[in-house]
């Protein structure tokens, strides 16, 4: 029913940046809060940055400072900049997002691999 796409991935030399975008779509779509996280193989999925429909922000701690991330409630697109980017920024990054009106319900995209070379 909610589809989340993810684009922006890609191969990027330390110190580059890359910024990813994610759109929601589906019938009826209600988007609460939204965000971006990451895995590596083997690796649990951890919160790279959430943001709020109100624009509250949440990030890791490894990338104050260097990622930010915004939103469209009109477009129900979440983006991700990502600056200073370091080899160990390396992952898949999923798109995430809440429904607003039951939050536990999350819908996920299919990921999008950044590749950050030294």
């Known amino acids: 029913q909610v589809q989340l796409v993810e684009s922006g991935g890609g191969l990027v030399q330390a110190g580059g940046s890359l910024g990813l975008s994610c759109a929601a779509s589906?019938?009826?779509?209600?988007?609460?809060?939204m965000g971006w996280y990451r895995q590596t193989p083997g690796e649990q999925r951890d919160l790279v940055a959430k943001?709020?429909?109100?624009?509250?922000?949440n990030y890791a701690e490894s990338v104050k400072g260097r990622f930010t991330i915004s939103r469209d409630n009109v477009k129900n697109t979440v983006y991700l900049e990502m600056n200073s980017l370091k080899p160990e920024d390396t992952a898949v990054y999923l798109c995430n997002a809440a429904n607003r009106w039951t939050p536990s319900t999350n819908y996920w995209g299919k990921g999008t691999l950044v590749t950050v070379s030294s």
């Open positions: 943001i709020t429909r109100g624009g509250r922000t």
């Open positions: 589906g019938s009826m779509l209600s988007i609460g809060d």
